[in-house]
């Protein structure tokens, strides 16, 4: 069953919707959506488990692709595009596999269709374990009021339980394939998009290109936001309107 994500809206123009990752929220993407808002209406939902929405046991990818499936049917939004970073790029990645004829592109930030190690389950611990006093040991966007104290923005139990989901990549979707347009960025300076990581991603997006942010690791949006909000907008600006598409100079492609 879906839940109905919480979310905010910035900008005018064609649908986008921008799905953040692990331990975020929707407005980490504002700076992002503010750039773009000035030719496109980006939808900023927060994730289950995250932020002002709902709770839920399950975080399975294809879950979390309903979610944002029934964000776009209740909204009526045409075909919008996804963006999606890390644990919502592989949402948006899940979604166009499953659900093609919803979208109209998907743009997935430093993330690939693959298994990685655990290396969050440490940081959900300490988590878990911080008192309310020390709100500040996270970023801000990490915490909200609550009866006149602070808890996590995040449903620390079902995240950790749900780990192994959120490292891997659902085995039924690496035998389908998206054949919409797709964009890949990597951070330069991140490991999570790698050399051999390339034949998967043509094969499941066929349509893909692959390119490369200088000086950014995994949090391209963090590292270089003006350079990513540059990429986005020539992709998207040549999937709404070719004329006006610019061609994505200040990336390297793979």
Partial sequence: MSIKLAFEVVGDGPPVVILHGLFGAGRNWAPIAQALGHAYRCYLPDARNHGASPWAEAM??????????????????????????????????????????????????????????????????????????????????????????????????????????????????????????????AGADSGYVRAESHADIKRLFPGARLAHIDDAAHWVHADQPEALAQALHGWLGELTDPRAGQALSTLAAH
């Fill in 60 to 185: 399975a990818y294809p879950d979390m692709a309903l979610d944002v499936l029934a964000l776009i049917e209740r909204e009526q939004l045409q075909q919008p595009i996804l963006i999606g970073h890390s644990m919502g790029g592989k949402t948006a990645m899940a979604l166009a596999l499953e659900h093609p004829q919803a979208i109209a592109g998907v743009a997935v930030i430093d993330i690939a269709p693959e298994r990685y190690g655990d290396q969050l389950s440490p940081y959900l611990t300490a988590m878990r374990h911080l008192s309310a006093e020390t709100p500040m040991n996270f970023p801000a966007p990490s915490l909200r009021g609550h009866e006149e104290r602070f808890d996590w923005r995040i449903n620390l139990m079902a995240t950790a339980v749900c780990m192994p989901d959120l490292c891997g990549f659902p085995q039924p979707l690496l035998r389908k394939h998206y054949s919409g347009p797709a964009l890949f960025i």
